[in-house]
């Protein structure tokens, strides 16, 4: 079965850093494009960062740019998401998707298939 997991979300002060990461199980994730998406409280979902493992090509939203990061490593079927510079804003169950879709329009997940959240909290 095809399946990923997040971990490493928590509560943190402005101003600092947390690395999310996705596990990867049942699947190859040179096969598949990767993004992370993130839900704030009364606000839609939106992607964050995504990225072909293949070739390590990325998006990254605008309010992210210059502040987080996401990478790959293929040998421990993981995909990360390094955030720093955190702001109150950022505060969002942050969500790992498997076969998300990357090109001039962006990053969407019309036939992805999602883990079940990490909580993202940033403190003022």
């Known amino acids: 079965e095809m399946q990923v997991a997040e971990s490493g979300g928590g509560l943190v002060q402005a101003g600092g850093s947390l690395r999310l990461s996705c596990v990867a199980s049942?699947?190859?994730?040179?096969?598949?494009?990767i993004g992370w998406f993130r839900q704030a409280p009364g606000k839609e979902l939106e992607p964050v960062s995504c990225i072909r493992t293949r070739d390590g090509r990325t998006y990254n939203a605008d309010s992210v740019k210059g502040r987080f990061t996401v990478s790959s490593d293929n040998a421990v079927n993981t995909v990360y998401l390094q955030m720093n510079s955190l702001k109150p804003e950022d505060t969002a169950v942050y969500y790992c998707?498997?076969?998300?879709?990357?090109?001039?329009?962006?990053?969407?997940?019309?036939?992805?298939?999602w883990g079940q959240g990490t909580q993202v909290t940033v403190s003022s």
């Open positions: 998707v498997r076969d998300v879709t990357i090109d001039n329009s962006g990053c969407s997940a019309e036939y992805a298939s």
């Open positions: 049942g699947f190859n994730l040179d096969d598949y494009h």
